[in-house]
Nanobody, 115 residues
Framework: QVQLVESGGGLVQPGGSLRLSCAASGSIFSINAMGWYRQAPGKQRELIAV???????NYAASVKGRFTISRDNAKNTVYLQMNGLKPEDTAVYFCNTVPSGKNYWGKGTLVTVSS
C-alpha cells in the first residue's frame, strides 16, 4: 500500500519560514519524480516544486527563490523549505509523484501565513 504522509505545517507570520516533510513508501520514492502541490481556499490544486530522481529541481514562478525542495533517499522523505512566506502562500500542501498518482494523495498539511 502506497502512503504519503505530510507534516510540518502551521501558523507563521509573513516573512517567516517553515519546513514541510513528506514520508513516502519506498516502492514509489526511489523511481519517481516527487513534487509538492498546494491548494489555496477556493482555488485549484497546483504543482509548485518538483525534484527528479537525479536531484534536479524545478519551481513554479510564484515560489522560485523562496522555496527549496529536497529529498533524502535513505529516509524516503522529501522536504520543502519555505522562506519569505507571504499571505498568498496560505494553503493545504500535499506531496505526490509527478505526474500525480490519484490514489497517492494524503491529507496534506495546512500552512497559514498571517500576522
Amino acid at each position: 500500500q502506497v502512503q504519503l504522509v505530510e507534516s510540518g505545517g502551521g501558523l507563521v507570520q509573513p516573512g517567516g519560514s517553515l519546513r514541510l516533510s513528506c514520508a513516502a513508501s519506498g516502492s514509489i520514492f526511489s523511481i519517481n519524480a516527487m513534487g509538492w502541490y498546494r491548494q489555496a481556499p477556493g482555488k485549484q490544486r497546483e504543482l509548485i516544486a518538483v525534484i527528479e530522481s537525479d536531484g534536479s529541481t524545478n519551481y513554479a514562478a510564484s515560489v522560485k527563490g523562496r522555496f527549496t525542495i529536497s529529498r533524502d533517499n535513505a529516509k524516503n522523505t522529501v522536504y520543502l523549505q519555505m522562506n519569505g512566506l507571504k499571505p498568498e502562500d496560505t494553503a493545504v500542501y500535499f506531496c505526490n509523484t509527478v505526474p500525480s498518482g490519484k490514489n497517492y494523495w494524503g491529507k496534506g498539511t495546512l500552512v497559514t501565513v498571517s500576522s
